[in-house]
C-alpha cells in the first residue's frame, strides 16, 4: 500500500516534471494541448458556472443594494416630509402670530391674545375655547377678534379658559352697518353655519354685492369697524318689513388659531386698523 | 472510488472558481483546492490525497494559464504528506487545523516559489510571502478548519439521524 502511494507520487510528480522540462525547451504548447483536450471542457464547465454563479450572487447584491437604498431614501423622504411639515407648520404660524401682534400694538384697545384650544362644531351651538378665563381677568361678553375681523363675543369663563361663541352659531346677533351705505342693521348666525346680515327694507336699497359690513359699535359691547364680512347675495323678500344680505364672514372661524380679547374699553372706532373694513 | 475523486477535486475546482473572488477579504483568496486536497488526504489517505492533488494542481495551473505541473506537484506533495501522516495527526481540534492548514499552505508557498526559480520567475521571495503567501495561508487555515467543523457536524448529524 505504502510503496504503491510512493510509486502513485513518484509516477506524478515526474509527470509534472516532464511537463515542466517540456516547457522549459520550448514543447510548452504540445503539453498544453495534451492537457487541454481534458481541461478545456472542465474549464469550460467551470467558467459557466463561474459566470452563472457570480451573475445570482450579483443580481442578488444588487438586489440587495437597491433595497437597502429604496428603504434609506424613503426613510429618508419620511424624515424630510415631516421636517416640511414642521417647517411650514412654524413659518405658518409665525406668519399669524405677527400679524396678531401687528393688530395688537396698533389696535387703540386694551386687549390680551389667546389661544384656541377646542371647537364645538356640531351645529346646534358654534364655539370655540380659548386659553384665557378668570385668571386673566376675562369677562363675559368680552369681544373676540382676530386679524381679519370679528370672530364673537365670550359667553362663557371659567377658571383658565373661556367660551367663545361665534358670530355663524344660531344663537349669536351682532349689531352691524354696511360701510358704503351706512346701512344699519343685525348680523345673526344660522344653522347651517352661515350668516346673514338682516336690515329694514326702507334703508338697504343700495346695498351691493361686495359690500363690506362691520360693527356698528352700537351697545358699547363690540368696537365700531371691526369688519365682519362681504355681501355675498341679497334675499329681496319684496314687500317685508326686513330684508337679508348673505354675507361671507371676513374670519375662517373653522381654521383660526389665535385671537384677541378686548378686555378694556370698546368704544372705541377700530376701523382704520382693519384695511379691509372700508 | 475515481468518480469520488473526480467529483470532490472537480467541486474544489468550481468553489475556487466561483466562490474564490466571492469570498476574497483585502484582495486575499484562499486556495480551496488546496484546503479539499487536505481534507480528502486526511480522510483517504496518501494515495488518495497525492492523485487529488496532481488533479487540483493541474487544473489549476490550466485555468490560470501558468505553468502545467508547478501546483500540480506541490499540491500532489501535500496530499501525499498530509495523507501519509494523517494517522498520527489528532487533527479534531481547531487549534490544530487552523495552525496546520497554515503551515501546509506555507510550504505549498514555499515549493511553488521554488519550483517557478527554475524558470526564472521575477518576484521577490519577500514580497511574495509578506503580501501573497502568508495572507493566504492564515485565510487558508481559517477557511479549512471552518470546513472541518462543518463537515463533522454534518456527519455527526447524519449518524444521529441513522
Known amino acids: 500500500m505504502r510503496i504503491r502511494a510512493l510509486a502513485l507520487l513518484g509516477i506524478l510528480a515526474g509527470v509534472c516534471l516532464l511537463l515542466l522540462t517540456l516547457q522549459m525547451r520550448g514543447h510548452a504548447s504540445g503539453a498544453s494541448d495534451a492537457l487541454a483536450i481534458f481541461t478545456t471542457p472542465v474549464q469550460t464547465v467551470v467558467s459557466r458556472v ?23 431614501l424613503r426613510d429618508e423622504a419620511q424624515r424630510l416630509r415631516v421636517e416640511s411639515l414642521r417647517v411650514s407648520e412654524v413659518d405658518e404660524e409665525n406668519r399669524r402670530l405677527r400679524r396678531l401682534l401687528q393688530l395688537k400694538e396698533a389696535l387703540p384697545l386694551e386687549t390680551i391674545s389667546g389661544e384656541i384650544i377646542g371647537r364645538e362644531w356640531g351645529g346646534w351651538v358654534r364655539s370655540l375655547t380659548v386659553n384665557r378665563g378668570r385668571s386673566s381677568r376675562v369677562l363675559r361678553l368680552t369681544a373676540v377678534i382676530g386679524p381679519d375681523g370679528l370672530i364673537g363675543r365670550i359667553v362663557d369663563v371659567r377658571g383658565g379658559s373661556s367660551v367663545v361663541q361665534v358670530l355663524s352659531d344660531p344663537a349669536s346677533t351682532v349689531g352691524a352697518h354696511v360701510v358704503r351705505t351706512r346701512t344699519p342693521g343685525i348680523i345673526e348666525g344660522e344653522a347651517r353655519g352661515t350668516i346673514r346680515f338682516k336690515y329694514m327694507a326702507r334703508d338697504g336699497a343700495g346695498i351691493q354685492v361686495g359690500d363690506m359690513v362691520v360693527t356698528s359699535g352700537l351697545g358699547g359691547l363690540f368696537p365700531r369697524g371691526i369688519p365682519i364680512g362681504r355681501v355675498r347675495g341679497i334675499e329681496d323678500r319684496g314687500s317685508a318689513l326686513f330684508h337679508y344680505a348673505q354675507i361671507v364672514p371676513a374670519v375662517d372661524f373653522a381654521r383660526i388659531d389665535e385671537v384677541l380679547l378686548v378686555t378694556g374699553d370698546a368704544t372705541r372706532d377700530v376701523a382704520a386698523q382693519f384695511p379691509g373694513a372700508s | 472510488m475515481r468518480t469520488f475523486l473526480a467529483v470532490a477535486v472537480l467541486s474544489g475546482g468550481v468553489a475556487h472558481a466561483t466562490m474564490g473572488p466571492a469570498v476574497r477579504i483585502a484582495d486575499v483568496a484562499p486556495d480551496i483546492p488546496l484546503i479539499v486536497v487536505v481534507m480528502l488526504a486526511l480522510r483517504r489517505g496518501p494515495e488518495f490525497g497525492c492523485g487529488a492533488g496532481f488533479l487540483a494542481g493541474l487544473l489549476q495551473d490550466a485555468a490560470t494559464g501558468g505553468l502545467l505541473g508547478v501546483q500540480a506537484l506541490t499540491k500532489s506533495v501535500i496530499g501525499f504528506g498530509v495523507g501519509a501522516l494523517a494517522g498520527r495527526l489528532r487533527v479534531s481540534q481547531p487549534l490544530v487545523q487552523v495552525p496546520g492548514l497554515v503551515v501546509l499552505s506555507l510550504v505549498e508557498g514555499v515549493a511553488r516559489f521554488a519550483l517557478l526559480q527554475l524558470f526564472h520567475f521575477p518576484a521577490p521571495f519577500g514580497e511574495l510571502m509578506t503580501y501573497v503567501v502568508l495572507p493566504q495561508a492564515i485565510y487558508n487555515g481559517f477557511l479549512g478548519a471552518a470546513l472541518v467543523l462543518a463537515l463533522s457536524w454534518a456527519e455527526s448529524a447524519r449518524e444521529r439521524a441513522s
Open chain 1, 50 to 72: 463561474n459566470r452563472t454563479a457570480f451573475g445570482l450572487w450579483s443580481t442578488y447584491q444588487d438586489w440587495k443594494n437597491v433595497r437597502a437604498e429604496n428603504r434609506r
